[in-house]
């Protein structure tokens, strides 16, 4: 024990200048991890703000409001498209076309009749007989696919071409 006394006594300031050394690095390795920490919690609190200065959180519950917001009006848009699609349903939508010379005397096609229908086979067949010395329109009402009325073979014609979905089909006849 003597000699551990007697080389302590010679050697007690390298040990305390390694001691100091020792210190003085553990105070520099603390500082490196303090700024660490500190540019680590400034990316972090960045992170948790918008460009706004919002916090995160505020931000997301806004962007989930507006998700939200986003599935009700597609929703409404949903409705409306369907509505919309049961209007166009009862709008024209097949169109037959027939020209024709009814009378020997005359030169051209210029008499027609035209059938407007909608996707329930309502609609109305029009007649133009086109003479010399006149032109007579004639409407005949169809309902659930019947005519209310007899109609001509260019009429029945025009009709057929509508049902099949004919657009503006011509079929001369003399």
Do not use: W
């Not at 007697?6 to 020792?22: C, K, N, Q």
């Not at 960045?46 to 009700?72: I, P, W």
Request: charged share 25%.
């Amino acid at each position: 024990m003597d000699q551990l006394i007697a080389l302590y006594d010679r050697f007690y300031y390298v040990l305390g200048v390694v001691m100091l050394l020792i210190q003085i690095g553990l105070v520099v390795e603390v500082v490196l991890i303090h700024q660490r920490l500190s540019r680590t919690r400034q990316n972090y609190q960045r992170l948790l703000k918008d460009s706004e200065g919002q916090s995160l959180e505020k931000a997301l519950e806004t962007f989930m409001t507006r998700v939200e917001g986003t599935g009700k009006r597609v929703e409404d848009l949903g409705r409306d498209f369907l509505r919309l699609a049961e209007v166009v349903r009862g709008s024209v939508q097949h169109v037959g076309l027939i020209r024709f010379n009814p009378f020997a005397d005359m030169g051209s096609d210029q008499s027609f009749c035209v059938a407007l229908l909608d996707d329930y086979d309502n609609g109305v067949v029009i007649t133009s007989l086109h003479n010399r010395a006149s032109t007579r329109v004639y409407a005949k009402p169809i309902q659930k696919g019947q005519p209310v009325y007899p109609l001509s073979d260019e009429e029945k014609e025009a009709f057929e071409t509508a049902r099949r979905g004919g657009l503006n089909t011509k079929a001369q006849r003399t």
